[in-house]
């Protein structure tokens, strides 16, 4: 019996023009030699990386700082989120102390409430914060991942503690009778066996992140201390028509590292997220 | 021993403490500069939980627990906490102090001139190079004497420790303060203008940028009868419920009030103040359609992309999900504002495909339209990447059993396929929908709310609760604290439900799995 696919194909092609208009008109945005929104079209009609040379010498627009700073702010606070996380989860399913059966139902309460809804009380906070210690305030990139940090416990710290039970308890025990101390065992024996997964836990918070623009774009007010999304939303919200071309030059730089290793994880990805949905 | 404790002690931890203790060494004096004992008892508590955990021996659970729980409890609970309390307050423009400040400032912005007084040159300093931060005067007297002045009162300041401007004598660099530029204290705007420094002879004012001079209040405060008197024209205002209000039941108020309680006046607005009861209904509406349409539009097109992707003998498909994968791909915030800038009326790549010329964002129901589609495009690929896998995972003999009895496809896929599909997406699709109930990212990014109706700059018509919360405290129309915590606090209660019913859900499939 023969089936007929060529219906599927149909379908399928469709769904790919829908998903790739967007990032189809974004590079040829970037790569148009004239620079301006109302001059692009889905089809590039000339390259040129004149965008890209305008947006690094735009003062107005310090966009290498952006990116510094974008680094900066979501890799320590991705870095930490993923520690944090991790070192809780070591002690929740490694170690027995009281409160830890209330303290895994806490985290699992405290997380339903993300702390961006309490924005106002945060703003409000961290005036205080910066009249006391300036270098933790608003409008400095301390004050930011601190906030960021406030949530590494709770979003993380269950799904790692899941992680870490499919670990061989017995790899620590043999440890710690060779005379390894509990951090030794840590950082020398956990650490390194739930690395894959602390890596997916710090890319899906770097990339969460680095989308970030609720408390980002409340906390950053000065020019030069803002992340790429507040940086580049107000470039396109400013002077929409003739900057096009430098926003899309700037997007196409901070998305493309992301898109590429999306890819290159691409199957980790799928099994990771399907994974997860079969177990609920 | 103790000496046998100190040489288990490993050099990291040390370290730890060593930072611990520097933190606590600068910030409890300048708690205490400020008079702020709550925030002293916070410091030591926290140097002593950090301290202890980390030289005792015995705490090594802790050690792995309390960094994460301190930050947990600073910055997501305490806010929490915060919002609920000012969620009961008129806290917000006109409302930002506490009685004592408001009189002081009150006064404060009363201060004039009296001719022939002494003038001062003028400079602007605070301790951090943040100039949002509290600041100080500098003043050069005539004799070319510097002082400092703060709200307390004048203290007077060496010469070695000061560089002058040699003709002026205005104060250019001082050790241990931050001098600020004209533009910095221009931008303090308000908060200079009603910045006095109290003297024997009267208050220290600016006047523009650089000049102070010693002046005298012409409101006086009554602190026993609590009435505040303007003595140029002969007006006395009394305190009611925050605001200085004119005795002589002339409606008159002081522009400054102070932060009181309010009870439940916030929430008793929402439901009985028409200019907040009808749009707040209304973003309510639209958040729970918002939320609920894009996971079902999401989950719709991703599911029905998985099935036709299933077919062992299609050829392409590893080319189709890897292509497909990119909007996931792509940070959001990028493609959101590529999209933005598809449906301009006048330049956007929309309109010069279909050669129309519509306002896809301008219009309450194309702009919801607009958003939902971008949020379809932004979701999609993701429950189709979810859903493979789960079409992946249903039991192929199922299948064939089923055929074998001579069920149809379409019945196969609807008895067998199906059920298996859901029950694994089902907490997925709860934690999606509780995730676009907050998703301000593409509400401000494609519409910042808009349209708005005419008459309401807070409450566009794509504005989504937490986009509302956001333009109540930060929007044009003035900071609104009180009424923006308590709608974050009914946002605390909705989330909370929609949690609650995620539990319940997968424990109900737990349940099901358990058979």
């Known amino acids: 019996m023969k089936e007929r696919l060529w219906w599927r194909h149909l379908i399928g092609l469709a769904a790919l023009v829908f998903a790739l208009v967007p990032i189809l008109f974004l590079v040829s945005a970037a790569l148009n030699p004239t620079g301006t929104l109302s001059t692009t079209s889905l089809i590039p009609k000339g390259a040129s990386l004149h965008n890209f040379t305008k947006l690094f010498q735009d003062e107005n627009s310090p966009y290498v700082r952006w990116y510094a700073n974008t680094l900066v702010i979501c890799g320590s606070s991705a870095l930490f989120n993923a520690l944090i996380g991790v070192s809780g989860a070591y002690a929740f399913a490694r170690l027995r102390f009281r409160g830890r059966r209330a303290g895994l139902t806490g985290i699992l309460l405290v997380q339903m409430f993300p702390n961006f809804i309490s924005l106002a009380a945060l703003y409000l906070t961290f005036i205080n914060i910066g009249d006391v210690v300036p270098a933790a305030g608003l409008n400095t990139s301390l004050g930011l991942v601190l906030v960021y940090l406030g949530g590494a416990m709770g979003v993380n710290t269950w799904l790692l503690k899941g992680y870490l039970d499919t670990i061989p308890k017995e790899l620590d025990e043999s440890a710690r009778i060779d005379g390894a101390s509990e951090a030794q065992v840590f950082f020398r024996i956990t650490l390194p066996l739930a690395t894959p997964m602390l890596v997916v836990v710090g890319l899906f918070s770097f990339v969460s992140l680095l989308n970030e623009i609720l408390l980002a774009g409340v906390f950053l007010t000065d020019t030069s201390h803002k992340t790429l999304a507040v940086g580049l939303f107000g470039m396109v919200s400013g002077n929409h028509n003739t900057d096009y071309g430098e926003f899309a030059a700037g997007s196409l730089l901070a998305g493309l590292p992301v898109v590429l290793i999306y890819l290159y994880l691409q199957k980790f990805l799928v099994k990771g997220l399907t994974a997860g949905a079969v177990k609920g | ?515």
Request: aromatic residues 12%.
């Open chain 2, 1 to 515: 021993m103790p000496s046998e404790r100190l040489a288990r002690l490993s050099w990291p931890r040390v370290v730890f403490v060593g930072l611990v203790a520097a933190f606590a060494v600068v910030t409890i004096p300048a708690l205490v500069d400020r008079h702020s004992w709550t925030g002293v008892a916070i410091a030591v508590a926290v140097t002593a939980i950090l301290a202890y955990v980390y030289l005792s021996p015995r705490r090594i659970a802790a050690r792995f627990l309390v960094p994460g729980t301190l930050l947990l409890l600073a910055f997501q609970v305490f806010p929490v906490a915060y919002t609920i309390n000012t969620a009961f307050t008129d806290y917000g423009d006109g409302h930002r102090l506490s009685r004592s400040e408001a009189v002081a400032q009150i006064q404060a912005d009363s201060v004039v001139e009296q001719p022939g007084a002494k003038r001062y040159e003028l400079s602007v300093a605070t301790k951090g190079a943040d100039a949002s931060g509290s600041f100080v005067f500098f003043l050069t007297d005539a004799d070319g004497k510097v002082q400092r002045g703060d709200t307390a009162g004048l203290t007077p300041v060496p010469d070695a420790e000061v560089t002058k401007d040699p003709i002026t004598g205005k104060v250019i660099t001082v050790q241990g303060w931050h001098v600020l530029t004209g533009i910095q204290v221009n931008g303090l705007g308000e908060r200079l203008k009603s910045f006095a420094v109290p003297t024997k002879d009267g208050f220290i004012k600016s006047v523009g940028l650089s000049q102070a001079y010693v002046g005298q209040f012409t409101m006086k405060y009554d602190a026993a009868a609590h009435t505040m008197t303007d003595t140029q024209t002969g007006t006395v205002y009394k305190e009611s419920d925050g605001d200085f209000k004119a005795a002589d039941g002339s409606g008159k108020t002081l522009p400054i009030g102070w932060k009181v309680g309010v009870g439940l006046k916030n929430f008793g607005a929402v439901v009985t103040d028409g200019a907040i009861r009808g749009p707040f209904f209304r973003v309510l509406a639209w958040t729970l359609a918002f939320a609920f349409l894009s996971v079902a539009t999401t989950f719709g097109l991703g599911l029905l992309l998985a099935v036709v992707m299933d077919h062992p003998k299609l050829r392409g498909r590893r080319i189709y999900s890897s292509l497909l994968l990119l909007p996931y791909a792509l940070p959001a915030f990028i493609s959101t504002l590529v999209w933005q800038s598809m449906y301009n009326k006048d330049f956007g790549l929309l309109n010069k495909l279909f050669g129309t010329h519509v306002d896809w964002l301008g219009g309450a129901w194309a702009a919801r339209g607009s958003v939902l589609l971008t949020n379809l495009w932004l979701g999609f690929p993701y429950m189709f990447l979810v859903c493979s896998g789960l079409l992946q995972a249903v039991p192929q003999e199922l299948k064939e059993v089923a055929r074998v009895d001579g069920a149809s496809p379409l019945r196969v896929f609807r008895s067998v396929t199906m059920p298996t599909v859901l029950i694994g997406v089902m907490p997925l699709l709860i934690a999606s929908f509780g995730y676009n109930f907050n998703n301000f990212n593409v509400i401000q990014l494609l519409t910042k709310g808009g349209p708005y109706p005419s008459g309401s700059a807070t409450a566009g018509q794509t504005d989504i609760l937490i986009s509302y919360t956001y333009r109540l405290a930060f929007g044009a129309q003035g900071a609104q604290y009180g009424l923006s915590s308590a709608i974050s606090f009914l946002i605390f209660i909705l989330v909370g439900l929609i949690s609650y019913t995620g539990f319940r859900q997968t424990r109900a499939l737990e349940e099901v799995y358990a058979r």
